[in-house]
């Protein structure tokens, strides 16, 4: 399933996926988090695979491993696929503090899904914090013994 419009990124083996409107500050937020360590999934379009558990989120062919970086141009830089653990998005209105975490139904799973305020300084260090505390928890790799069906 191809996902059009989001940024996602994957931080010790989750994935983040981030929504909002154009200009938002998906692609901004996506580079903050990997100069932190992330690893880019996507920008500007993904693709889910999967049907067993959280869906894995992975590159969109056609544009796999390019980055358009505000007042630069495009980058290429090195993709990863990863099963996705937290949606982040980016609204203006996003409460301070969240009281209930809301879910949305990807691909048959139930992912934890975060209104995040877009553009403050830490905006990175919030966005781990909020996979720690509310992403879905990392799945045994399948070198462990359990099998992928992605």
């Given at each position: 399933?191809?996902?059009?419009?989001?940024?996602?990124?994957?931080?010790?083996?989750?994935?983040?996926?981030?929504?909002?409107?154009?200009?938002?500050?998906?692609?901004?937020?996506?580079?903050?988090?990997?100069?932190?360590?992330?690893?880019?999934?996507?920008?500007?379009?993904?693709?889910?695979?999967?049907?067993?558990?959280?869906?894995?989120?992975?590159?969109?062919?056609?544009?796999?491993?390019?980055?358009?970086?505000?007042?630069?141009?495009?980058?290429?830089?090195?993709?990863?696929?990863?099963?996705?653990?937290?949606?982040?998005?980016?609204?203006?209105?996003?409460?301070?503090?969240?009281?209930?975490?809301?879910?949305?139904?990807?691909?048959?799973?139930?992912?934890?899904?975060?209104?995040f305020r877009p553009g403050d300084a830490i905006q990175a260090l919030r966005a781990e914090y909020a996979l720690e505390k509310h992403g879905l928890p990392l799945r045994p790799?399948?070198?462990?013994?359990?099998?992928?069906?992605?």
């Amino acid at each position: 399933m191809q996902v059009a419009n989001v940024s996602c990124v994957a931080i010790g083996g989750r994935a983040i996926m981030i929504e909002g409107p154009p200009g938002s500050g998906k692609t901004s937020l996506a580079l903050s988090l990997i100069d932190r360590g992330a690893q880019l999934v996507g920008d500007d379009g993904i693709e889910l695979t999967g049907s067993d558990g959280p869906p894995f989120a992975g590159p969109a062919p056609q544009i796999s491993g390019k980055i358009e970086v505000r007042n630069v141009g495009i980058v290429e830089l090195p993709t990863t696929r990863a099963p996705l653990a937290l949606i982040l998005s980016l609204e203006d209105d996003a409460e301070r503090y969240p009281l209930a975490i809301a879910e949305r139904t990807v691909m048959g799973a139930a992912i934890p899904i975060l209104k995040f305020r877009p553009g403050d300084a830490i905006q990175a260090l919030r966005a781990e914090y909020a996979l720690e505390k509310h992403g879905l928890p990392l799945r045994p790799s399948p070198s462990s013994g359990a099998k992928d069906k992605s």
